[in-house]
């Protein structure tokens, strides 16, 4: 019987000045689902950190590209590549504007939806056939007296103690998504995910 094998891949930008940044969201939950398994992923292979072990009955490897947001399909299509890992066993998480602040979403498949990690990876596969848990970072909002930001300068800005608080709350549920994808596969893990 071959090793069942999944890739787990969180989008961000590498750097200092972009830790804590609504546009890394999924490097810290990538974090959070290895530190539920005593794991860190600071092992540096093909443009990405990772790190892999046994869990949920399969071999699991979670990953941080590198190689920043608009080439991440660069390092998640060498990963796919070098350990013969099948694009429906790839869940790759990420930032949405189009959801609300906090809110977990697990998706099958679709299209890039504006956000270039995504874009990346579905050129470097040529498929849009993987799975995506997006991760809801909300819309910019103008002040009483100001126009709101414009996205890109959003999504690039860090993350307010309220906005910490409430993914620190969530993180959780992206460990549970993540054994119902390995055990059960994505259809399951979206009909007990999404909503909550």
């Avoid at 959070?32 to 892999?52: E, F, I, N, R, T």
């Avoid at 590198?66 to 790839?90: A, W």
């Amino acid at each position: 019987m071959t090793d069942r094998r999944f890739l787990f891949a969180g989008l961000g930008n590498p750097g200092r000045e972009y830790q804590l940044t609504r546009h890394n969201i999924g490097f810290l939950f990538i974090d959070h689902m290895a530190g539920c398994h005593g794991w860190q992923v600071d092992s540096l292979k093909m443009q990405g950190l990772c790190c892999q072990g046994r869990a949920w009955g399969a071999q699991i490897f979670f990953l941080k590209p590198q190689t920043y947001m608009n080439r991440s399909g660069e390092c998640v299509r060498s990963f796919l590549d070098y350990f013969k890992i099948p694009c429906d066993h790839l869940l790759v998480l990420h930032d949405d504007i189009d959801l609300a602040a906090g809110r977990v979403k697990l998706v099958a498949r679709g299209g890039a939806g504006g956000h270039n990690g995504i874009r990346s990876i579905i050129q470097h596969l040529g498929t849009q056939d993987f799975s995506r848990m997006k991760i809801g970072i909300g819309r910019p909002h103008a002040g009483s007296e100001e126009l709101a930001p414009p996205v890109d300068q959003f999504v690039l800005s860090r993350l307010t103690g309220d906005e910490q608080t409430l993914f620190d709350q969530r993180k959780s549920l992206a460990c549970e998504a993540g054994e119902l994808f390995v055990r059960q596969g994505i259809q399951v893990c979206m009909n007990q995910i999404n909503g909550r």
